[in-house]
């Protein structure tokens, strides 16, 4: 349970960092919920991960659909993915969700290591 409110809260806090901070706000969002929500690294890092990957995985889409895929049809040619548009979007996506992963996993090795030293101290 722990785990799909990490995601969701992830998906959530991540969108609000889009409207107010810069695309790196991402690896805050996904921070502070890790931060919140005590996991181990795998879970942590998986939650921050699919939380951000089904983020920007569904404002592209939801972009690409408002366009009518134009401009992603052409960044698509320009990179080397054969023109697909899908690729493209799972691309985003899958770099958005490697930031929230990664500042997800942050957050986990953190909390960690302050109770590592927290047990260091009282012995």
Same mark, same amino acid.
């Given at each position: 349970?722990?785990?799909?409110?990490?995601?969701?809260?992830?998906?959530?806090? $991540?969108?609000? $960092?889009?409207?107010?901070?810069?695309?790196?706000?991402?690896?805050?969002?996904?921070?502070?919920?890790?931060?919140?929500?005590?996991?181990?690294?795998?879970?942590?890092?998986?939650?921050?991960?699919?939380?951000?990957?089904?983020?920007?995985?569904?404002?592209?889409?939801?972009?690409?659909?408002?366009?009518?895929?134009?401009?992603?049809?052409?960044?698509?040619?320009?990179?080397?993915?054969?023109? $697909?548009?899908?690729?493209?979007?799972?691309?985003?996506?899958?770099?958005?969700?490697?930031?929230?992963?990664?500042?997800?996993?942050?957050?986990?090795?953190?909390?960690?290591?302050?109770?590592?030293?927290?047990?260091?101290?009282?012995?």
């Amino acid at each position: 349970m722990k785990f799909i409110i990490a995601v969701l809260l992830t998906t959530l806090l $991540s969108f609000i $960092s889009g409207l107010y901070m810069p695309w790196w706000g991402i690896a805050i969002a996904a921070f502070i919920v890790s931060a919140l929500i005590p996991q181990g690294r795998g879970r942590a890092f998986l939650a921050g991960f699919l939380g951000v990957f089904i983020l920007w995985g569904s404002l592209s889409i939801w972009i690409d659909s408002k366009n009518n895929g134009i401009l992603s049809h052409k960044i698509a040619q320009i990179l080397p993915l054969s023109g $697909s548009v899908f690729s493209l979007i799972l691309l985003t996506a899958f770099i958005g969700a490697l930031v929230g992963g990664l500042g997800s996993l942050t957050a986990s090795f953190l909390r960690m290591g302050m109770q590592k030293v927290e047990t260091e101290d009282a012995d």
